[in-house]
């Protein structure tokens, strides 16, 4: 037992404090000042105004057995060895201490102090626990220190007191409290775990009560801040701990500030921000998955895979081209858009797709990709519609048949006319929309021509949500998402262009038929294309055509003949040909030239420029529609690219007006008898009476003459 | 949009699709900047483009510091020969443009304050509206002078804080539902977007002081709006 003094161990233990680990050896009571901190009791020896060092030195030496038992205070203040054990342990070497410290360390981290202090960095405890068991008088250096501070942590109020008084470097005592808050945590385990041993029955009560009072008192709550001292001062000890700050005891205020700030802001700002920020999160993490998706699978097939299959466009570049003409979304959001183009070509059996282009919404926009299925991956939804629509047809028949006493209607319901195929006409290409990158691909249906008939006539906002209803008049047959595929059909149908010569017809046996079928649908790249000079795309509208058919006035791209399909109605057939001779409709055929776009009240329907004046030898030749406000296109001379961002309106100069209801039918056909007159007025009823007399009259008098003549023959 | 964060700006904008080539912003950028050396302007603000069939007009706009006080607008573009119309196309862009900042030039609430002495000035300690805030269309003023403030009566006006609130919010507007709010990029990006004057943006990021508005577009009021809502 070293009787350092005990101001002199205070000091080292002090020094030592920060370093902890120091070997406790040899400092039987050596570390008062550790030992206390370690161990429990020294709340206890808080409460108790004991005498500071002296006190500690007096008792804490035979604690050996004590420390073991409960840190709280049992083993009282056996020790009477009064070796100042804590200055005196911390300074010793550490490493006897430290596997005793293992030993101990267990129980103790149980306990939430204990758990607190990192293990890396607090020697208190162990040394403490270990001191404690081994309860040694001897001058073994951990076990007295350990005795000490168990001794102490007994008396833990006098430690701690008597700290206090000495107005120790708030570090060390705070080292202290957190060597008694470990204690006191690992007490109650000890309590449990050991039984006092022998020395500790004579534990005063009292000391266990003023180690119970002290942490009680130091596990008040504050009444202003709902912290206690308790958890403070092991959290400013774990934090210090933890990152070893220079000079530890010259900013321990301000540690002592964060922590309480650190606090603050995770009991009450938590609340307000996270509502806030969580769908930042959400999106954030849904686009995370986007960039994760590469790593997915294998590594090697799949690159090769994926280099082979070219289904995916090279966004960038084309963004990089728009970007020099001034349209564009942002680099971010189209490399996003990029990544989720590659997740849609994943996850579907895509023999093509592109990005089309954004539509605004009011609360959403949609993100549009075209994409073109390999062959034979369709999904046919729409048979089923078809054979409705037939069964529909035969129902109506049987029902005239049946009900002869009401009087027929004449009015037959122009037959619908059917969708095009998958793959011809408006149907080429298949679209998925979403509303953000990261969010999941939807599928448009395909569109009908009544759809595209009737959004000719309407203009309306898209929403943003698919499922919204399309209230106008005419009213539109489908929700919104109709609507959306019928102007995305529209768009692409108007502005689609191409250089001249990039695609060129198939070589089909068929040129220009003049069925129904009509025009050429069908259009392949020409590998001979040589590119044309940039000069040329600009000045000449001609070097551009349409590479998307043309929608009839029908609502087809190829014209249906309803005629034809009657053959049920014979009878009608005949009339019809002769009064309802619908005439075939003709569009302009595929790969016109946009010179022959018509304009719109002298505006011509394309605006050309050079994307750069200053530099022009590595310009491009960009493509703006003022019919579709926001379509451009862009060509380099060898690349091209169509592209559309805006409302997906048409441009109109004249103001939309809603189109007029149409004229009330005849009910019935006007025949005399069921001619409406007007009611005869009194002066004609009265010349119609009087009329009428004056024949009754004179066929009387006709009569009676008659009768007269006859009786004048008799004579 | 000011000047000095033009490149953040129109990145923060380009949700609208229509941005600026990068020969035209590296030319505007140092445009401006004349253009605030010549003028001495406080602040100038790149109000936007306009399309024209030919070729755009790139507007700008200086502001002195005053903030309410009627501005210096100034253009560049080729103009448009067209020997038909009447009026020349100078006035018939500067009214365009008048009559567009009139009625969709917007600002967030509490980015300008009103001394007692009159002119208004840059709220310097503006940190940007809250999420909750953000998201809703009174949070959100004319940049011009109020029109409907006296209208209010007098309960409403109570609320009001004189020094804030001495514009036009955008609540009121007719025909409702002009604007379209939208979020982007999570919550970190509230965008609003004209429907009566189709190609003005507005996008301000909450919780910081960006925040501007940017025109581009044909020039053209939306007649049409009614219908299509």
Not at chain 1, 370 to 387: I, K, Q, T
């Amino acid at each position: 037992m070293e009787d350092s003094t005990s101001p002199k161990q205070e000091k080292e233990n002090q020094e030592e404090l920060g370093e902890t680990r120091r070997p406790w050896e040899g400092k039987t009571a050596a570390s008062p000042q550790y030992s206390e901190p370690e161990s429990s009791e020294p709340l206890e020896a808080k409460q108790g105004p004991e005498t500071g060092r002296q006190s500690r030195s007096s008792r804490p030496w035979s604690p050996q057995s004590r420390a073991k038992t409960p840190l709280g205070g049992p083993a009282g203040p056996e020790t009477s060895s009064p070796a100042p054990v804590s200055p005196r342990e911390p300074s010793s070497s550490p490493s006897p201490l430290a596997p005793a410290r293992q030993d101990l360390a267990a129980p103790p981290q149980s306990d939430r102090t204990t758990s607190v202090i990192p293990e890396a960095g607090t020697p208190y405890p162990d040394p403490l626990k270990q001191s404690s068991d081994k309860r040694e008088s001897t001058p073994h250096h951990t076990s007295q220190s350990e005795g000490n501070t168990f001794q102490q942590s007994q008396q833990p109020k006098p430690h701690l007191c008597g700290r206090r008084d000495v107005s120790y470097n708030n570090a060390k005592q705070k080292e202290l409290r957190f060597d008694v808050f470990q204690e006191e945590d690992s007490n109650s385990d000890y309590d449990l775990q050991q039984p006092a041993p022998g020395g500790s029955e004579v534990a005063p009560s009292m000391l266990e009560i003023t180690i119970q009072n002290a942490k009680a008192y130091l596990l008040k709550t504050s009444s202003n801040s709902g912290f206690n001292l308790y958890d403070h001062l092991s959290n400013m000890l774990t934090k210090i701990l933890n990152e070893r700050p220079e000079n530890a005891v010259d900013i321990f205020e301000n540690i002592s500030q964060d922590v309480k700030m650190a606090h603050f802001s995770k009991k009450f700002d938590a609340l307000q921000n996270e509502n806030e920020l969580l769908p930042t999160y959400e999106i954030a993490e849904k686009q995370k998955a986007l960039f994760l998706q590469g790593h997915l699978e294998g590594v090697d097939q799949e690159l090769e895979d994926e280099i082979a299959e070219n289904a995916l466009p090279n966004v960038m570049e084309s963004a990089f081209y728009f970007e020099q003409a001034g349209v564009g979304l942002g680099t971010d959001e189209t490399y996003r858009i990029f990544l989720a183009l590659k997740q849609l070509t994943d996850t579907h059996p895509i023999q093509r797709c592109r990005f089309w282009g954004k539509i605004l919404g009011l609360e959403m926009n949609y993100v549009v990709a075209e994409v073109e299925f390999r062959e034979g991956e369709d999904e046919e939804e729409v048979e089923e519609e078809d054979v409705a629509e037939e069964r529909d047809n035969g129902e109506s028949e049987a029902h005239e048949d049946e009900e002869d006493e009401l009087p027929k209607s004449f009015y037959k319901a122009p037959q619908a006319i059917p969708k095009e195929e998958s793959r011809t006409g408006a149907n080429k290409y298949v679209y998925f929309v979403c509303n953000e990158p990261g969010r999941p691909w939807v599928k448009l249906p395909p569109v009908i021509p009544a759809q595209i008939v009737i959004a000719r006539k309407i203009k309306k906002f898209f929403t943003g949500r698919l499922d919204a209803p399309i209230i106008s008049y005419p009213p539109f047959p489908g929700n919104e998402s109709n609507y959306l595929r019928a102007q995305i059909a529209r768009i692409s149908a108007g502005t689609h262009v191409s250089p001249l010569g990039f695609y060129q017809f198939g070589e089909e046996e068929g040129e220009e038929e003049e069925e129904a079928e009509g025009g050429q649908n069908s259009f392949e790249e020409n590998p001979d294309f040589e590119g044309i000079q940039v000069i040329d795309l600009v000045e000449s509208l001609s070097n551009w055509v349409h590479h998307v058919q043309h929608i009839l006035s029908q609502g087809r791209c190829n014209w249906f003949n309803s005629i034809q399909k009657n053959e049920e109605e014979e009878e009608e057939d005949e009339e019809k040909d002769d009064s309802d001779y619908i005439e075939q409709e003709v569009g302009p055929p595929l790969l016109t030239p946009i010179s022959e776009d018509l304009e719109i009240q002298n505006i011509p329907p394309w605006t050309t420029r050079l994307s750069s004046n200053l530099i022009p030898q590595y310009a491009i030749a960009v493509l703006q529609s003022n019919l579709w406000p926001g379509a451009y296109a862009f060509s380099n001379g060898k690349k091209f690219e169509n592209f559309y961002i805006g409302w997906g309106h048409k441009y109109s100069p004249d103001n939309y007006t809603p189109p007029v209801p149409p004229p009330v039918y005849q009910e019935y056909p006007s025949g005399p008898e069921i001619t409406e007159m007007d009611d005869p007025s009194v002066e004609e009823e009265q010349a119609f009476r009087a009329a009428q007399e004056a024949v009754l009259l004179a066929a009387e008098n006709e009569e009676s003459e008659e009768d007269e003549d006859e009786e004048d023959d008799y004579d | 949009m000011d000047a000095d964060s033009l490149l953040l700006s129109l990145e923060l904008a380009s949700g609208s699709g229509q941005g600026l080539s990068p020969d035209r912003r590296a030319s505007l950028l140092t445009s401006l900047m004349l253009v605030k050396r010549d003028y001495r302007y406080d602040r100038v603000l790149f109000w936007g483009r306009i399309l024209g069939l030919v070729a755009d007009y790139y507007i700008a706009q200086g502001l002195s510091e005053d903030q309410l006080a009627p501005r210096k607008t100034l253009y560049r573009g080729a103009p448009l020969l067209s020997p038909q119309v009447q009026i020349k196309e100078e006035t018939r862009l500067v009214s365009v443009i008048e009559q567009i900042d009139k009625a969709v030039a917007i600002i967030p609430r509490g980015a300008l304050f009103k001394t007692p002495f009159g002119p208004t000035h840059v709220n310097r300690t503006f940190e940007g509206l809250s999420l909750s805030e953000a998201k809703k269309l009174s949070s959100y003023f004319h940049f011009r002078e109020p029109v409907e403030l006296k209208n209010k009566t007098l309960l409403e006006k109570a609320d009001l804080d004189p020094s804030l609130d001495f514009m036009d919010s955008l609540e009121h507007d007719i025909p409702k539902g002009s604007w379209s709010i939208q979020m982007e990029r999570g919550n970190a990006l509230v965008v609003l977007r004209s429907l009566l004057w189709p190609g003005l943006t507005f996008y301000h990021a909450p919780h910081t002081k960006n925040y501007g508005y940017i025109y581009v577009g044909t020039g053209e009021k939306n007649m049409d709006l009614p219908f299509m809502l």
